[in-house]
C-alpha cells in the first residue's frame, strides 16, 4: 500500500477520480507504464473506452498472455466478458520471490465475485449514487456489476496487475472504471486511508479470506472505511478463515444478515458451491 494526499473529484462519466498521492519512493501503478496509480485514469478520458481496452489489454500482454472468458451471472442472466492471465503457473513462481508470499488469487474467477456482483444488481436501487469500496477487486467481475448499478465505485486491491486488468475488465463491459487504490492490509498507512475520502456506507469483499494472518489486519480495516451505519458485504464459500473472521467480527459489535446463492457457476470445478454474502453493520442500517 502506498501513501499520500488525495481528494476525490469527478471525471467527465461520472465516476470520481482519485487525484494522485505523493508517491515518492515508492511503486504504484497506471495504465500507461507511469508511476501514478491514476495518471491513466486521467489521461484515458480523452479516449474511447476501446481505445483504453486495446492500451491496457497490450500493456498486460507484455507481462503475461491473457485469455478472454464468458461469466455468466445467474441471477441477473448477464454475461461479462472477462480477461484473465491463461496460465497461473508462471505467476505462482513470480509469488515465490515474493518476501510476503502474496499468492495470485486475482488472477482466476471465483464464484463468490459472481455472486456478490449478482446481489448488487438485485439492490441496484441501494447502490446506484453511492460511494462504494471494493477490497481486493481481482479481476473486476463484481466492480463491473457496481458500475453498472450506477454507485461511485473506488476499487483497491495489493496486486498491480488486478488493478490494471479490473480497469481493463470493467471498461470493457460498462464503458466505465473506478479509480485504483494499490492496498495491503496488513500494512495500511493511513495516508492512503485518508486518500480514499470519508468513510464509506457501502463496503464490499468477495473471497478475500484464504489465510489466518489477514483476519485482525481486514477487521482492524473496516473499522476505518466502514461509515458508522454503514455495510460491509462479504462474499465466501465457507473457508473456515472466514468462519474465524466473521466469529471476531461478532465479538466487536457487527451483527451479520446473510443470504445464501448456490450458482450455478460457469467456471470449471465449481460445481455445488454454496456462497455466503454477509451483511455486516453495527446497529440500524442507512
Not at 468477495?206 to 462474499?235: K, S
Not at 478463515?241 to 457487527?254: D, E, I, K
Request: with cysteine; glycine share 8%.
Amino acid at each position: 500500500m502506498t501513501g499520500g494526499n488525495a481528494e476525490l473529484e469527478e471525471d467527465h462519466a461520472g465516476e470520481p477520480a482519485v487525484e494522485a498521492p505523493d508517491t515518492r519512493g515508492e511503486s504504484t501503478l497506471d495504465d500507461t507504464g507511469g508511476s501514478d496509480p491514476n495518471e491513466g485514469h486521467r489521461k484515458s478520458r480523452s479516449l474511447s473506452p476501446a481505445a483504453t481496452v486495446a492500451r491496457l489489454r497490450a500493456r498486460l500482454m507484455r507481462q503475461f498472455r491473457l485469455v478472454e472468458m464468458p461469466i455468466d451471472l445467474p441471477r441477473s442472466g448477464l454475461t461479462y466478458r472477462i480477461w484473465q492471465p491463461a496460465a497461473i503457473d508462471p505467476l505462482l513462481d513470480a509469488a515465490a520471490e515474493d518476501p510476503e508470499e502474496n499468492l495470485p488469487y486475482w488472477a482466476t474467477t471465483w464464484p463468490s465475485g459472481m455472486a456478490l456482483a449478482d446481489v448488487v444488481l438485485a439492490w441496484r436501487d441501494r447502490f446506484e449514487g453511492r460511494r462504494v469500496l471494493e477490497l481486493g477487486c481481482g479481476l473486476g467481475i463484481t466492480a463491473t456489476a457496481v458500475l453498472a448499478a450506477g454507485a461511485r465505485l473506488v476499487v483497491t486491491d495489493y496486486a498491480r496487475e488486478a488493478l490494471l486488468l479490473c480497469r481493463l475488465n470493467t471498461l470493457q463491459n460498462v464503458g466505465r472504471a473506478a479509480p485504483a487504490l494499490p492496498l495491503n492490509w496488513r500494512s495500511p498507512q493511513p495516508a492512503l486511508l485518508r486518500a480514499a475520502g470519508a468513510p464509506f456506507p457501502e463496503v464490499l469483499a468477495a473471497d478475500v479470506l484464504y489465510e489466518a494472518r489477514d483476519v485482525e489486519p481486514l477487521l482492524d480495516l473496516i473499522e476505518h472505511v466502514v461509515a458508522p451505519g454503514g455495510t460491509l458485504w462479504l462474499a465466501e464459500p465457507g473457508r473456515l478463515t472466514a468462519q474465524h473472521f466473521l466469529q471476531a467480527a461478532a465479538g466487536r459489535g457487527w451483527h451479520d444478515d446473510s443470504l445464501h446463492h448456490a450458482g450455478p457457476w460457469t467456471t470449471l470445478g465449481d460445481a455445488g458451491v454454496v456462497v455466503h454474502i454477509h451483511r455486516l453493520h453495527r446497529g440500524e442500517e442507512e
